[in-house]
């Protein structure tokens, strides 16, 4: 699984560099401020279950996209790696929950006037590594999963801004060794800033 997507990601992005005018590729980078879904654990002889929303905290992101420019529209596939955190209370204790993971976001945008875009599309992700501080977590139930991407942009020349929401489909979860009955919902919800630079 992990290396079809990786060659689909290449092929999409080889394709876009060899566009027409105005299409091109480059690499991008930017900060995100994430946080991940709820952190459940089952507590007594009930078997209760109690749901601790994430703490938001910054990230990042680096990588590759191209572009196949045409007069009003575009389509951008990317590469890119990216980090995220959030932080939970477990038992009064705040513990880190950091996510690695590979996405491919395909984005269709619109050019509004002059510089300015707007964007959408599917984000195909790969899940390569969660983390929950002190505690032992297993890996994703599902590796690979899908998200939206939505966002507005601007190009200044080689220079490209933007700032898009990124939010997952599905629940998708980690099992916590260290909680009876614990798992945390690893999908992300963040609002990624990002620079990007024409090669």
């Not at 299409?23 to 009930?46: E, R």
Request: hydrophobic share 40%; net charge negative.
């Amino acid at each position: 699984m992990k290396k079809t997507f990786l060659v689909v990601a290449f092929a999409l992005i080889g394709s876009a560099a060899m566009a027409q005018s105005g299409s091109g590729f480059g690499v991008k980078a930017g900060l995100s401020y994430n946080k991940n879904g709820d952190l459940i654990s089952s507590v007594g002889q009930g078997g209760e279950d109690i749901v601790e929303g994430a703490e938001g905290k910054t990230g990042y992101h680096f990588g590759f996209w191209g572009k196949l420019d045409f007069p009003k529209i575009y389509l951008r596939p990317e590469l890119v790696y990216s980090k995220t955190k959030s932080s939970y209370d477990v038992a009064g204790s705040s513990q880190d929950y950091d996510v690695s993971k590979l996405d491919l976001p395909v984005l269709l945008g619109y050019k509004l006037i002059g510089p300015l875009h707007i964007f959408a599309g599917p984000a195909f992700q790969y899940t390569l590594k969660n983390d929950l501080e002190d505690l032992e977590v297993e890996d994703v139930e599902n590796d690979f999963t899908v998200g939206l991407n939505a966002g507005v942009g601007v190009n200044l020349g080689r220079l490209g801004l933007d700032v898009r929401y990124e939010r997952g489909f599905s629940k998708n979860e980690a099992e916590i060794i260290d909680i009876p009955d614990g798992r945390v919902d690893t999908r992300p919800s963040q609002i990624i800033f990002a620079a990007s630079l024409k090669l």
